[in-house]
Nanobody, 114 residues
């Protein structure tokens, strides 16, 4: 059974940091590209950051220089380090695995507010 379980979300003040984690199981993690998406209320889901099987990374322009995606194939985990958070980063953040099929997690809420 494929599972992607996100954790690490919460409430943080502007300028603060959070580290999201996504624990994967039920598939060969190292064979999949991994990515983080987010969806704010009333908006479409958008790509935040991706990391390939070979650990190449890409980022949305809005988070470049502030967010860092990483993966640990030994622990079947992908992380998103988020620094200098802004109110516009508020959204539900989803983990996605893609290659032979697409798998999604259930999401974790990130709220940036004073």
């Amino acid at each position: 059974q494929v599972r992607l379980v996100e954790s690490g979300g919460g409430l943080v003040q502007p300028g603060g940091s959070l580290r999201l984690s996504c624990a994967a199981s039920g598939f060969t993690f190292s064979s999949y590209d991994m990515s983080w998406y987010r969806q704010a209320p009333g908006k479409e889901r958008e790509l935040v950051a991706g990391i390939s099987r070979g650990s190449s990374t890409n980022y949305a322009d809005s988070v470049k220089g502030r967010f860092t995606i990483s993966r640990d194939n030994a622990k079947n985990t992908v992380h998103l380090q988020m620094n200098s958070l802004k109110p516009e980063d508020t959204a539900v953040y989803y983990c996605k695995a893609s290659r032979y099929a697409n798998f999604w997690g259930q999401g974790t809420q990130v709220t940036v507010s004073s």
